[in-house]
């Protein structure tokens, strides 16, 4: 994918989620590693930065990714 194709972008630190958004079409356009604080042992963590060729709206992404479980009217999603 060329970027200067990129259209939306998308962050995420669950390896899940990235996986998910590669099987669906996205691309991996880095992967960040950072270190939370300064004590002795620092927690680090890691952000996926992800792109689709596609407009897509940040809300349909999280919904693709963490289905809700009731839908409009109130009724459990099977």
């Known amino acids: 994918m060329d970027l200067q194709s990129i259209k939306t972008v998308y962050e995420t630190s669950q390896s899940s989620d990235c996986n ?13 590693l ?26 349909e ?4 990714l963490h289905p809700p479980k009731y839908d409009i009217n109130g009724w459990k999603q099977i």
């Open 20 to 32: 998910k958004l590669l099987k669906n079409g996205w691309k991996l356009l880095a992967v960040n």
């Open 61 to 64: 992404v999280t919904d693709f």
């Open 34 to 59: 950072y270190q939370n604080g300064n004590i002795e042992v620092p927690v680090s963590d890691t952000k996926y930065i992800l792109g689709n060729s596609k407009f897509i709206d940040t809300s």
